[in-house]
Antibody, heavy 120, light 112 residues
Framework: QVQLVQSGAEVKKPGDSVTVSCRAS????????LHWVRQMPGQKFEWMGW????????KYSQNFQGRVAILRDTSARTAYLDLSSLTSEDTAVYYC?????????????WGQGTLVTVSS | QSVLTQPPSVSGAPGQRVTISCSGS?????????VQWYRQLRGTAPKVLIY???HRPSGIPDRFSGSRSDTSASLAITGLLAEDEADYYC????????????FGGGTKLTVL
């Protein structure tokens, strides 16, 4: 069955960078895009960006331009979210989700979430 | 403040029907972008209930249905069960600001 398994919780200091991984199994990895979405305390969701796993093309939300990168390693069936210059406002649960299709605007399978806490 | 607007809470008795609304604007729902609905239990990842406005993934019972019109969409749940108590979110795409997924603020469903 389709599974997305994310890396464990992180605690970072302001100004640090964080990398969250998302390992896929149960389907053809290059055939679906992967998106990253975060959920803030208070439950609000925020889309961060996505990667076309087949060709590596990425698109990021303007809200994160310049400090976010999404990468993939097709041999490891894993996607990565890099977020730099962390502040306390980046404290959230980060999810990877498989896009319904390349031109679709929703996700069908989601990772279990990774809590990133930014605190001095 | 979320781009898509949902009521903070709805409630219903077991067996009843409830609807959850999702209101947008001309750059998202009004531009005919598809709507998805997710259910989230506390501390777990969202699970898609409805995609592309009206479609149910395999395994989702037909008690759940989606509809949309102009700048709004709705999720209907019939035959309420205690296990339906959860947070529900609508999600779509917005073409402003170079385009991005957008979400509603979520609706807490309480089964009385």
């Amino acid at each position: 069955q389709v599974q997305l398994v994310q890396s464990g919780a992180e605690v970072k200091k302001p100004g640090d960078s964080v990398t969250v991984s998302c390992r896929a199994s149960g389907y053809s990895f290059p055939d679906y895009p992967l998106h990253w979405v975060r959920q803030m305390p208070g439950q609000k969701f925020e889309w961060m960006g996505w990667i076309n796993v087949a060709n590596g093309h990425t698109k990021y939300s303007q809200n994160f331009q310049g400090r976010v990168a999404i990468l993939r390693d097709t041999s490891a069936r894993t996607a990565y979210l890099d977020l730099s210059s962390l502040t306390s406002e980046d404290t959230a649960v980060y999810y990877c989700t498989r896009g319904l299709c390349d031109t679709c605007y929703g996700g069908d399978y989601w990772g279990q979430g990774t809590l990133v806490t930014v605190s001095s | 403040q979320s781009v898509l607007t949902q009521p903070p809470s709805v409630s219903g008795a077991p067996g009843q029907r409830v609807t959850i609304s999702c209101s947008g604007s001309s750059s998202n729902l009004g531009a005919d972008y598809d709507v998805q609905w997710y259910r989230q239990l506390r501390g777990t990842a969202p699970k898609v209930l409805i995609y592309a406005n009206t479609h149910r993934p395999s395994g989702i019972p037909d008690r759940f249905s989606g509809s949309r019109s102009d700048t709004s969409a709705s999720l209907a749940i019939t035959g309420l069960l205690a296990e339906d108590e959860a947070d529900y979110y609508c999600q779509s795409y917005d073409s402003s600001l170079s385009g991005s997924w957008v979400f509603g603020g979520g609706t807490k469903l309480t089964v009385l």
